[in-house]
Nanobody, 113 residues
Framework: QVQLVESGGGLVQAGGSLRLSCAVSRSIFSSNTMGWYRQAPGKQREMVATMRYAGSRNYADSVRGRFTISRDYAKFTVYLEMNGLKPEDTGVYYC???????WGQGTQVTVSS
């Protein structure tokens, strides 16, 4: 059974930091590009960051320089380190394996001004 379980969201003031985690089934972690996506109220889901198994990373322009995606190959976990948070970063953050249909339940991030 494929699983994507996100955690680490919360309420933080602007300028603060959060670290999101996503526990991933071994079967998909080892063969897929993993990514973080977010969806703000009333908006479409958008890509935040992706990381290929070999290590190359890609970031949305809005988060580049503030967010860092990483993978722990021993724990089958994907992380999103978020620094310098802004109110516009508010939304539900999802972990996703590119090319697969499954999505996690998401974790809420709220940034107050």
């Amino acid at each position: 059974q494929v699983q994507l379980v996100e955690s680490g969201g919360g309420l933080v003031q602007a300028g603060g930091s959060l670290r999101l985690s996503c526990a991933v089934s071994r079967s998909i972690f080892s063969s897929n590009t993993m990514g973080w996506y977010r969806q703000a109220p009333g908006k479409q889901r958008e890509m935040v960051a992706t990381m290929r198994y070999a290590g190359s990373r890609n970031y949305a322009d809005s988060v580049r320089g503030r967010f860092t995606i990483s993978r722990d190959y021993a724990k089958f976990t994907v992380y999103l380190e978020m620094n310098g948070l802004k109110p516009e970063d508010t939304g539900v953050y999802y972990c996703h394996a590119l090319g697969r249909p499954e999505w996690g339940q998401g974790t809420q991030v709220t940034v107050s001004s």
